[in-house]
């Protein structure tokens, strides 16, 4: 069974509001590490809280180095 869909609109309740962003926040920056992981792509997040505070995720391609 899935899981019900949800009205996307502002949480008015401001505990369960942090709660839900602080959820989402780290479910988006873990998928963002495995995009850049799996893909070998660059990826780069900047998330910024109600209360101006910063959350970021950037990735670093790793270069193979050939000895000669």
């Not at 995009?35 to 391609?61: H, N």
Request: glycine share 6%.
């Amino acid at each position: 069974m899935g899981r019900g869909k949800i009205v996307i609109r502002r949480i008015d309740n401001s505990t369960s509001r942090q709660v839900t962003f602080s959820k989402r926040r780290n479910g988006l920056l873990k998928k963002a590490k495995e995009l850049a992981i799996l893909c070998d792509a660059e990826v780069g997040v900047m998330i910024f809280s109600s209360t101006s505070k910063l959350y970021d995720f950037a990735s670093t391609r790793s270069f193979k180095i050939s000895s000669s």
